[in-house]
């Protein structure tokens, strides 16, 4: 494999270079080899297998696959080199960018043939413009992450001088300057800013390339530069975008599959932000059924703010990404909610309660929802603007809201924010704790589960995405009008019994160990295995108790739960 082959030539310049004398101008340690500058040449004979498998994809002969492909192949390896794509992620090997931009751009490419880009031409227009599409296409799949080089790594030389995205890929800079090895750091809390990508991309497409590209229209170049900066076309279809994106996913979730077969659990989550924002921007802009302040509608728009009714604008999210066949996406409305708080894309209600109540007009009842920390970030580009109602929209219980002045709105091009608040004092774990077994549910079980309580899963991102899709399907039958209920309170927490997961498809080991590295359950014997044996819909039932604490709607003082702080 190439990552390997990269692993293993970094791995042997590392040795050589602990053996050697230390620089005197270095501000490194000995333990930090760095990168040797390697020619390109020896990057792409590493990728040999995946540009062959491109090149046979492309179709056409070894002139035009050399012009068309391998250049830009070349000129990209120029610019990301060994550079890994995530400091402890996917593709965190040495020359793991170079592999993510060439796999996505094989899926993009290979995607094509399966579309249409140009359907309402003539056929001999599109027999001119289908080869610009494809090419387009791969370039988009080839470059989609080339803004992590601006903003997310810092690569310097052994003096500490860094090296300028912006003005030259990386191997020019290393050879005017006479380098044979350079040194990479992470940015502290760098945020994704995929625009970025735009200011790399002359480094890799030459201007010729974008010319012949917009030959015959005016289409192929925005949509390409769409994909690459993430914003979206309002009121197109970009095809490239959707292929990109699907391939992005894939090769994203096989990378961290394999990575948890070899290396331990890997870090699930961490790219899905985009998509999920992306499918937002969509059915805000599109969806009859997110038209801000009409009746029924999943957005409102108040004074106070741009609110989503949730979990009802997560299951539409679900269902768009699920037919745009992206891979990893994940399903329970829970997940979505942490992923997008921790993103900055939405904003808590409280340090303990992630939705909000809201009583639109017309409403009967309070309905829960989300709050978006910008509207700009649903509204910007919305033609008109939709203008927000002269009253906020919070639910306060004996609060009747009032009018303000003007009515706000969004105006079309306001310059979005993604950028996440500092983060929280990490959360403190749930505690394992002793449980006595019960037979039954108990006067102390009724008092801990008001009636208006919406109950749902509170579960830290690190917990398996199967596992965590199961077990919030289960706490939601808690609610009403959810069916029957397939856990139930017990004096410690909640009882899930094993079948439930195996119904939903999850092995109980699986989920037993994944609950037990996060520390969400209590368990009946310190020293004994996390199951308890209870009488649960008149049969005894094996099952695992779930710290209250990880569900969201229970009184915690109707439980035993154990204080901060014990062991």
Same mark, same amino acid.
């Not at 140009?118 to 610009?132: D, F, K, N, T, V």
């Not at 899963?457 to 995405?465: E, F, I, K, T």
């Not at 029957?484 to 927490?493: D, E, K, L």
């Given at each position: 494999?190439? @990552?390997?082959?990269?692993? %293993?030539? *970094?791995?042997?310049?590392?040795?050589?270079?602990?053996?050697? &004398?230390?620089?005197?101008?270095?501000? *490194?340690?000995? %333990?930090?080899?760095?990168?040797?500058?390697?020619?390109? @040449?020896?990057?792409?004979?590493?990728?040999?297998?995946?540009?062959?498998?491109?090149?046979?994809?492309?179709?056409?002969?070894?002139?035009?696959?050399?012009?068309?492909?391998?250049?830009?192949?070349?000129?990209?390896?120029?610019?990301?080199?060994?550079?890994?794509?995530?400091?402890?992620?996917?593709?965190?090997? $040495?020359?793991?960018?170079?592999?993510?931009?060439?796999?996505?751009?094989?899926?993009?490419?290979?995607?094509?043939?399966?579309?249409?880009?140009?359907?309402?031409?003539?056929?001999?227009?599109?027999?001119?413009?289908? $080869?610009?599409?494809?090419?387009?296409?791969?370039?988009? !799949?080839?470059?989609?992450?080339?803004?992590?080089?601006? %903003?997310?790594?810092?690569?310097?030389?052994?003096?500490? @001088?860094?090296?300028?995205?912006?003005?030259?890929?990386? &191997?020019?800079?290393?050879?005017?300057?006479?380098?044979?090895?350079?040194?990479?750091?992470?940015?502290?809390?760098?945020?994704?800013?995929? !625009?970025? !990508?735009?200011?790399?991309?002359?480094?890799?497409?030459?201007?010729?390339?974008?010319?012949?590209?917009?030959?015959?229209?005016?289409?192929?170049?925005?949509?390409?530069?769409?994909?690459?900066?993430?914003?979206?076309?309002?009121?197109?279809?970009?095809?490239?975008?959707?292929?990109?994106?699907?391939?992005?996913?894939?090769?994203?979730?096989?990378?961290?599959?394999?990575?948890?077969?070899?290396?331990?659990?890997? =870090?699930?989550?961490?790219?899905?932000?985009?998509?999920?924002?992306?499918?937002?921007?969509?059915?805000?802009?599109?969806?009859?059924?997110?038209?801000?302040?009409?009746?029924?509608?999943?957005?409102?728009?108040? =004074?106070?703010?741009?609110?989503?009714?949730?979990?009802?604008?997560?299951?539409?999210?679900?269902?768009?990404?699920?037919?745009?066949?992206?891979?990893?996406?994940?399903?329970?409305? @829970?997940?979505?909610?942490?992923?997008?708080?921790?993103?900055?894309?939405?904003?808590?209600?409280?340090?303990?309660?992630?939705?909000?109540?809201?009583?639109?007009?017309?409403?009967?009842?309070?309905?829960?929802?989300?709050?978006?920390?910008?509207?700009?970030?649903?509204?910007?580009?919305?033609?008109? $603007?939709?203008?927000?109602?002269?009253?906020?929209?919070?639910?306060?219980?004996?609060?009747?809201?009032?009018?303000?002045?003007?009515?706000?709105?969004?105006?079309?091009?306001?310059?979005?924010?993604?950028?996440?608040?500092?983060?929280?004092?990490?959360?403190?774990?749930?505690?394992?704790?002793?449980?006595?077994?019960?037979?039954?549910?108990?006067?102390?079980?009724?008092?801990?589960?008001?009636?208006?309580?919406?109950?749902?899963?509170?579960?830290?991102?690190?917990?398996?995405?199967?596992?965590?899709?199961?077990?919030?399907?289960?706490?939601?039958?808690?609610?009403?009008?959810?069916?029957?209920?397939?856990?139930? &309170?017990?004096?410690?927490?909640?009882?899930?019994?094993?079948?439930?997961?195996?119904?939903?498809?999850?092995?109980?080991?699986?989920?037993?160990?994944?609950?037990?590295?996060?520390?969400?359950?209590?368990?009946?014997?310190?020293?004994?295995?996390?199951?308890?044996?209870?009488?649960?819909?008149?049969?005894?039932?094996?099952?695992?108790?779930?710290?209250?604490?990880?569900?969201?709607?229970?009184?915690?003082? !109707?439980?035993?739960?154990?204080? &901060?702080?014990?062991?």
């Amino acid at each position: 494999m190439a @990552e390997e082959w990269a692993t %293993s030539h *970094y791995l042997r310049h590392r040795r050589a270079a602990m053996a050697a &004398t230390p620089t005197p101008v270095s501000s *490194y340690p000995a %333990s930090d080899p760095g990168f040797a500058a390697v020619p390109v @040449e020896d990057l792409l004979a590493g990728e040999a297998d995946l540009i062959a498998r491109i090149k046979l994809c492309y179709g056409t002969d070894r002139d035009s696959f050399e012009r068309d492909v391998l250049t830009l192949v070349r000129h990209y390896a120029a610019c990301v080199h060994l550079l890994p794509a995530t400091a402890d992620n996917y593709f965190s090997k $040495p020359g793991g960018l170079f592999r993510l931009g060439l796999e996505t751009a094989f899926f993009s490419l290979q995607g094509t043939d399966a579309h249409i880009f140009s359907g309402r031409m003539s056929i001999s227009a599109r027999r001119q413009l289908e $080869p610009r599409w494809r090419h387009a296409t791969f370039i988009a !799949g080839l470059c989609c992450e080339l803004h992590r080089l601006l %903003s997310h790594v810092i690569v310097t030389d052994a003096a500490g @001088e860094a090296w300028p995205p912006f003005l030259q890929p990386l &191997t020019d800079w290393l050879a005017t300057r006479g380098r044979e090895r350079y040194f990479l750091r992470w940015r502290p809390q760098a945020v994704e800013a995929r !625009g970025l !990508g735009l200011f790399a991309l002359p480094h890799v497409v030459p201007s010729a390339v974008m010319a012949d590209l917009s030959e015959g229209n005016a289409v192929i170049v925005p949509h390409l530069l769409a994909s690459i900066s993430g914003i979206p076309v309002y009121r197109e279809h970009n095809i490239l975008d959707e292929l990109v994106r699907r391939s992005l996913a894939l090769v994203i979730d096989r990378n961290l599959a394999a990575s948890a077969d070899r290396y331990g659990s890997p =870090q699930y989550g961490s790219h899905l932000e985009r998509y999920l924002v992306d499918a937002l921007r969509r059915l805000a802009s599109g969806n009859q059924a997110w038209v801000a302040n009409r009746e029924k509608t999943r957005l409102w728009f108040g =004074q106070d703010g741009l609110f989503l009714v949730w979990p009802g604008a997560a299951e539409d999210v679900h269902q768009m990404l699920e037919a745009d066949q992206l891979a990893g996406i994940p399903k329970a409305p @829970e997940t979505m909610l942490e992923l997008l708080l921790a993103a900055g894309v939405f904003e808590a209600a409280a340090a303990d309660r992630s939705t909000w109540s809201i009583q639109p007009p017309g409403a009967k009842a309070p309905l829960e929802a989300v709050k978006l920390s910008a509207p700009a970030i649903l509204l910007a580009g919305i033609d008109p $603007p939709p203008v927000a109602l002269p009253q906020a929209l919070e639910f306060k219980p004996g609060h009747t809201p009032t009018p303000t002045s003007p009515p706000a709105t969004v105006t079309s091009g306001t310059q979005l924010s993604l950028i996440p608040p500092p983060e929280a004092p990490a959360d403190t774990q749930a505690r394992v704790a002793p449980v006595e077994e019960i037979p039954r549910a108990s006067a102390q079980e009724l008092a801990s589960t008001p009636p208006s309580a919406i109950f749902a899963l509170q579960a830290p991102l690190r917990l398996n995405p199967v596992v965590r899709d199961a077990l919030a399907d289960a706490v939601r039958t808690l609610n009403d009008g959810m069916g029957p209920a397939t856990v139930c &309170t017990v004096a410690q927490g909640v009882f899930v019994p094993l079948e439930d997961f195996v119904r939903r498809g999850v092995q109980p080991s699986l989920a037993m160990r994944a609950l037990t590295e996060t520390n969400m359950l209590v368990k009946p014997n310190r020293n004994g295995p996390p199951t308890l044996s209870r009488e649960f819909n008149g049969k005894p039932t094996v099952g695992i108790v779930l710290d209250p604490r990880c569900v969201s709607g229970l009184d915690l003082a !109707g439980f035993a739960v154990p204080p &901060t702080g014990e062991g």
